[in-house]
């Protein structure tokens, strides 16, 4: 009895240490536990701000559609696969950077099947608009192409993503680390933004780092929390050089940012071996570079050429006002391919139209104010809130990354920018966002009335342009009756934010009995 007892125990002994030298495969660390919450956190974040924006909530139906029972199905059956097949397919891709396997990144592989299972529509349709030109920008520097993969990580490749910590972009720079890759930051442009010029920062930043490691995983590492604290988890560790060796010592956060990194370029490959079906929204892949030398007004460029202002804040994130200031240097703007004729073709037409918005706005930059932060309560809405703080509907939304038809919910932290020395804050600040409103479409119907013919293009570059002649403005006295004709998705908040009035006043002046209006319909807002 004795000896078996002992033998018992030795064999116990042996199937611990078996068990637990198999379940670490591949890579051998002393901790196998993991903390999602901070990646689940910010992927829900960043996922879910991607799907307001103007391509997704456009195809929003297709993306409800996506949500089908085969992904679910193949996600309950996730933890039946075994860790060979893992192993095998990430070897397959043959990559520079080591695709290693272990228990965390098996954690994250399956986290992001879940999260993609619902995203995934938006990710791959996006993935061929940006990947083509982080790969061309890597291999530039470089950069092993695979590390574009980084900006599902970072940003779920939302260009207007913003970090707890104020990280911006797909690449998520900090102010201080943006301006030292040269990087312009603002009250008009956030380079941060930009999807090129952030590209270029981020594969200079990650071939210095790699010079400094020698090895990508520390690199990556490095990009995460800083080179200070990757010194740090290496001496720690009694010197130390690969990230596996020095995960005990590196910030929470960092240790599960390779990992993610490795689950999200596995799913990224292998997203169809889960069930799970990649959709198309009609992005304007094609787009065409126009390099500006005056300034331009978004809401200018929609009325003249018929691109929407919401598509050209997503093609060109990185201006924050709808404003490009390119009378103080030259920028380029980003528009789909099949409006660029036009766009030249007016294009003496738009720098009139929006010299004359710009400066009667006298440029109040509201973000150079004082920023506040409300919480919603039960009842408020996007109109009654902008109304309390003297802003605009749109505003708001863009302040908070949220789209036109974007819903609001109770317990939601909006970010609020109050104008600058305005103790009247409610009543100024609208009354300026509806001066503004009206500006722009007296300059822009003025020019549409006899507009100027198309002199200067990028091919007539020594053409003097003819001046545009204008309708006058009509003479209105103050109280003169104003009308608005309904726009598709308009609704009475919006229509009585956008004139500084109040739905109640909007009913009683149309002799509305319900909040119902349609599309062409002409309201009195006056």
Known sequence: MKISFRFSILLTVFFLLFSTNSFRTVAQRPDNSI?????????AANYDSLLQNFYMQHYLQSANRHMNRKASQYYAEFDRIPDSVFINRLQRLHMVVPMTYNSDV??????????????????????????????????RYNV??????????????????TSRAGAAGLWQF??????????????????????????VAAA?????????????????????????????????????????????????????????????TYVMNYYQEHGITAGRYEIPIRTDTIHL???????????????PAIQLRQLNPHFRADIVPASSKTYAIAIPTNRTSLFLKWEDSIYKASKDTISKRALVNVTQGTIVYHKVRKGET?????????????SLKRWNGKGRKSSLKVGTRLKIHLPVSSSKVSEDSH?????????IKTAADSVTTQPSKPTKTQSQQGTTSQTTKTTPAKNTHKDSPTYYKVRRGDNLGKIAAKHNTTVAKLKKLNNLRSDNIREGQRLRVK
Request: hydrophobic content about 35%; overall charge neutral.
């Open 293 to 307: 030398h005056h300034d331009v007004h978004f809401g200018v460029v929609e009325r003249l050429t018929g691109i």
């Open 106 to 139: 098996r954690a994250y592989i399956k986290l992001y099947v879940r999260i993609m299972s619902h995203r995934i529509n938006a990710m791959l349709s996006l993935s061929e608009y940006y990947f083509p030109m982080f790969e061309e920008i890597l291999d």
């Open 382 to 394: 996007y109109s009654s809130i902008a109304a309390k703080y003297g802003v605009s509907v749109n």
């Open 35 to 43: 903390d999602t919450s901070f990646f689940k956190a910010i992927d």
């Open 204 to 264: 200079r930043l990650l071939r210095n780092l790699y010079d400094i490691y020698k090895d990508w995983h520390l690199a990556m590492a490095a990009y995460n929390c800083g080179p200070g604290n990757v010194n740090k988890a290496i001496a720690r560790s009694g010197g130390k050089h690969t990230f596996w060796e020095i995960y005990p010592y590196l910030p929470r956060e960092t240790r599960g940012y390779v990992p993610a990194y490795i689950g999200a």
């Open 431 to 439: 009354n300026k966002e509806k001066e503004i409103n009206d500006s």
């Open 144 to 161: 092993p192409e695979e590390l574009k993969y980084l900006t599902i990580v970072e940003s779920a490749l939302n260009p207007l993503a």
């Open 174 to 199: 900090i102010y201080s680390t943006g301006k030292h890759y040269n990087l312009e930051v603002n009250s008009l442009v956030d380079e941060r933004r930009d999807p090129y010029k952030s590209t």
